[in-house]
């Protein structure tokens, strides 16, 4: 039986994965990912949980430790962010290419230099294409609910694919809200054992895991996996289509609207500002303004079709990026824009960048992003909140 618990977004990873039943959990603390393996090691402290958590010294080992267990088969969390997602980045296209179903909670940070321990998304954006999927959740339930749902969709044998679930550092992972959790019996009936895939290790069938690959070979290998990573589209849909059934919520696939239908002007987010934005967008709603929203839960695999579908009659389009790409724009609008373009969009985009290192991102500062949509002026990249000149 489910019960509702005042939690806040590590607390509810951590009660994700516990239900989820790993075999393994490896991980190194960091802030401000640190409650949520805290809260990991105390449930196998206390016998709450039957797994092998390994404390190890180090992200880098962290993602050892994970590759070596999720290689032979064991279920397989491990959590990190900022620095440490850049530490533990060598061995990210490892897990990837060797089609390991590691999941790994992300609490979004700002990177060095300047040192800041607050909340952004440049952590995420720098292993984009590290062949990981990516999803972005938006507050502590879907993070809780999509621990269990990640596992499913990781281990799926046409899959086969780690997944990054990136939380907003101290936005989600220090905030407290009501949170369902789900009864255990219904959680094993949702998410069965692991169904060991048939290339990894194993003693009455040995073969190389982690292998070399010559110039007549490797191509074919990514290419394989480039193509995988499109299934995530078909069977995210289906395991929220499931886990609806079975839990009376849903999340959706990989993008999902908000009065968007009618819309003139639509503003894309991704993760916890998504809500701030939404209530912008009602507020505007009432003033007669016909704007919209979409919440991109998927970066990667990047879903194209789900988002053109969405945004194709809107006359302009604001992209939220909590990160910049030094020399360029931010990362989020560059895909989006490449999406739309590609797709035949006639209308016009627009880059806002909003909360480097925690810095807020209000009511009012929305309100100005779509202010700028609906007058069309202004440079396509601008900036928001800037506490000095530069």
């Known amino acids: 039986m489910s019960e509702f618990a005042f939690l806040n977004g590590n607390e509810a990873v951590a009660w994700g994965v516990r239900l989820s039943r ?16 805290e809260k990991l090691s105390s449930f196998v402290q206390n016998g709450e949980m039957d797994c092998k958590y390994l404390h190890v010294e180090s992200e880098h080992s962290a993602m050892a430790c994970s590759i070596g267990s999720s290689s032979v088969g064991a279920r397989t969390f491990t959590a990190t962010s ?20 590691i999941v790994m ?10 040192w800041n321990i607050y909340g952004d998304q440049m952590d995420a954006m720098h292993v984009i294409n590290s062949g990981w999927v990516q999803l972005f959740v938006e507050d502590a339930q879907e ?29 989600l992972t220090h905030t407290y809200e009501k949170v369902d959790i789900p009864g255990q019996e219904l959680v094993d009936s949702f998410l069965p054992a692991i169904e060991k895939a048939p290339h990894l290790m194993n003693d009455q069938d040995p073969m190389s895991l982690c292998i ?13 996996q480039h193509r995988d990573m499109f299934k995530v589209f078909e069977q995210l849909e289906r395991i929220d289509r499931d886990f609806e059934k ?28 998504t809500g701030t934005a939404r209530v912008v967008v009602d507020s505007l709603r009432e003033k ?14 990047f879903p194209s079709d789900d988002l053109y579908e969405l945004i194709g009659k809107a006359s302009a389009v604001g992209i939220l990026d909590k990160n910049i790409s030094f020399g360029f724009e931010g990362t989020v609008y560059t895909n989006v824009n490449s999406s739309l373009l590609q797709k035949g969009y006639r209308g016009r985009t627009f880059n806002f960048i909003a909360g480097l290192g925690g810095r807020d991102i209000t009511k009012e500062n929305i309100e100005e992003m779509f202010s700028a949509l609906l007058e069309q002026k202004g440079e396509t990249v601008q900036y928001f909140n800037m506490g000095c000149a530069l």
Do not use: C, W
Not at 263 to 272: P, Y
């Open 105 to 114: 909670m992300n609490a979004n940070r700002s990177i060095a230099t300047p």
């Open 143 to 171: 993070a809780l609910d999509m621990v269990i749902q990640s596992f499913k969709l990781a281990e799926n044998h046409d899959i086969l694919t780690p997944v990054m679930i990136n939380v907003d550092g101290f936005v």
């Open 212 to 224: 070399s690959a010559g110039n007549q070979h490797y191509m074919e290998f990514k290419i394989k």
């Open 82 to 101: 900022s620095q440490g997602l850049l530490y533990m980045s060598e061995g990210l296209p490892y897990a990837s290419g060797a089609r390991l179903p």
């Open 246 to 273: 079975s839990f009376g919520r849903s999340h959706g696939g990989a993008a999902d609207g908000y009065r968007n239908e009618d819309a003139d002007v639509i503003l894309v987010t991704t993760g916890s500002v």
């Open 22 to 37: 790993p075999h393994v959990i490896a991980a190194y603390p960091i802030t401000p990912q640190t409650k949520a393996v």
């Open 288 to 301: 007669g303004i016909k704007a919209g929203l979409v919440k991109l839960r998927l970066l990667r695999p």
